[in-house]
């Protein structure tokens, strides 16, 4: 730790309040304790455990054994466990993260490449990271909680009759297939059960709005292997699925759900083709006339009748607007420019 300058014949004093970032570099690399006092969001560590607590908590647990003593005491935050969102094992390199935190991000900044880093929802154990078995555990239900949160689309179609939209997304899909992987590696390195519930049978609250406003609706969690064998629905609620897809892909092009119960695949397809050809006729015509409102502003903005305007003040602005397909669109005004170098050659007798 820095020792800061104290008086004569005083002992050097050490210190311990930190500013944001510079707390979660000392926290990661020293068995020290410290903190960063904030009214709003403080943090505290003590030799590698992060808290979300201020100068009340660390004032009387400044050791290991202090908070190994009272972590299944309570606080204002519920148990003392629950403020907890890191840990760091310099000696395994194994770094614990709360995902459910402000400051996760943060703390897995400052965490050195070499180490493990394992989000987990909650930290329960205070020694969790002697035990491999208990902790890839708590590893795999972040990731099962995690999976059923991307799969909220495929969730809301099933519970709800009225939503019929699924976001497809190229990059969520890699991620489902990602987590999927790690579920199946760490599960068969660990020996994870894939059959058991790992939630006791809790169920899961997951957001599927996509407003500002939130909508919650219950689920229960799946097993590894139905996640892993792609078995948390069943076939008739897939093939739900794959039409909702459908739907949401082609409703751009005036397809209504009526559509899809009643026409084949072909029949949209072909009717979507037909679509697409008429829109790209009408485009191409609003291009045409774009273009030549383009030609007319400029042969307008280059025109004598503005250098006029320009000279009485009553232009004041450097671009010209036409109307172009689907938005309007600000040039630059090339024609004025022109114009000024006119007045100026004037103005200089360099004509």
């Known amino acids: 730790m820095k020792k800061t300058n104290s008086k004569v014949g005083a002992e050097p004093r050490i210190k311990r309040k930190f500013n944001r970032s510079e707390g979660f570099h ?16 403080p943090y505290c560590f003590v030799n590698g455990y992060f808290f979300t607590y201020g100068k009340w908590f660390i ?7 202090d908070i190994k003593n009272c972590w299944d ?13 890191g840990i760091i094992d310099r000696k395994r390199k194994i770094a614990v993260i709360n995902c459910n935190n402000c400051y996760s991000y943060a703390l897995k900044r400052a965490v050195p490449d070499n180490y493990t880093i394992l989000y987990v929802n909650e930290i329960r154990y205070f020694d969790i990271t002697k035990n ?20 909220s689309d495929y969730y809301n179609v099933i519970n709800n009759n009225r939503a019929k939209v699924i976001f497809k997304s190229k990059y969520l899909q890699d991620e489902i297939d990602d987590t999927k992987r790690r579920l199946d590696k760490i599960s068969s390195e660990h020996n994870i059960s894939r059959t058991k ?47 909702c897809k459908f739907y949401s892909e082609y409703r751009k092009y005036g397809i209504i759900w009526k559509d899809i119960v009643t026409k084949t695949k072909e029949e949209i397809e072909d009717k979507v083709a037909e679509e697409e ?15 030549e ?15 006029e305007q320009f000279r009485n003040g ?10 172009y397909p689907r938005r309007g669109i600000n040039l630059k005004y090339i024609g004025l420019i022109k114009l000024l170098e006119i007045e100026f050659l004037k103005i200089f007798n360099l004509n």
């Open 132 to 151: 491999l078995h208990k902790l890839y555990t708590e590893h795999c239900k972040y990731l099962i909680d995690k999976f059923v949160n991307q799969y």
């Open 293 to 307: 409102n383009k030609r007319k502003a400029i042969e307008e903005a280059n025109s004598e009748k503005t250098l």
């Open 73 to 85: 005491d309570y606080s204002y935050k519920g148990n003392i466990y629950n403020a907890c969102f």
């Open 26 to 41: 000392v926290g990661v690399h020293r068995d020290e304790w410290g903190l960063f006092d904030s009214r709003s969001n």
């Open 277 to 291: 050809k008429a829109f790209k006729v009408r485009w191409d015509k609003a291009v045409k006339i774009g273009e």
């Open 197 to 243: 519930d790992l939630f006791a049978g809790k169920e899961c609250f997951i957001n599927v709005s996509k407003s500002w406003t939130s909508k919650y609706i219950k689920v229960k969690y799946p097993t590894i292997n139905q996640i892993i064998n792609d078995t948390i629905f069943t076939d008739e609620q897939k093939a739900y699925i794959e039409k």
């Open 314 to 323: 009553d232009i004041l602005h450097t671009y010209i607007t036409f109307k």
């Open 59 to 65: 004032r009387n647990h400044t050791t290991l054994e």
